[in-house]
Nanobody, 112 residues
Framework: EVQLVESGGGLVQLGGSLRVSCAAS????????MSWIRQAPGKGRELVSL????????TYADSVKGRFTISRDNAKNTLYLQMNSLKPEDTAVYYC?????WGQGTQVTVSS
């Protein structure tokens, strides 16, 4: 059974940093591309970042380029998202995503 468990969200001030994590289990983590998707209150879902399985090449939404970094530790079956220079518009629930499997999400709130 695929399980994705996010952690690390919280309340942070404008300009602050936060790292969210996703512990994965139930599938061969190292062979799959993984994504972070977020949903802000009253808005649709946004693909924040994706990291491929082989080279670790990553892509980012324009809204987070230069501020967020996605990474993975295949030995620990864990996906990360380092978020720097946070803005109030980054406030959202952040989800780990794999092929129609979702975690429960972790809330990130940025105060101004």
């Amino acid at each position: 059974e695929v399980q994705l468990v996010e952690s690390g969200g919280g309340l942070v001030q404008l300009g602050g940093s936060l790292r969210v994590s996703c512990a994965a289990s139930g599938f061969p983590f190292s062979v799959y591309a993984m994504s972070w998707i977020r949903q802000a209150p009253g808005k649709g879902r946004e693909l924040v970042s994706l990291i491929n399985s082989g080279t670790g090449r990553a892509t980012y939404a324009d809204s987070v380029k230069g501020r967020f970094t996605i990474s993975r530790d295949n030995a620990k079956n864990t996906l990360y998202l380092q978020m720097n220079s946070l803005k109030p518009e980054d406030t959202a629930v952040y989800y780990c995503y794999l092929n129609n499997y979702w975690g429960q999400g972790t809330q990130v709130t940025v105060s101004s």
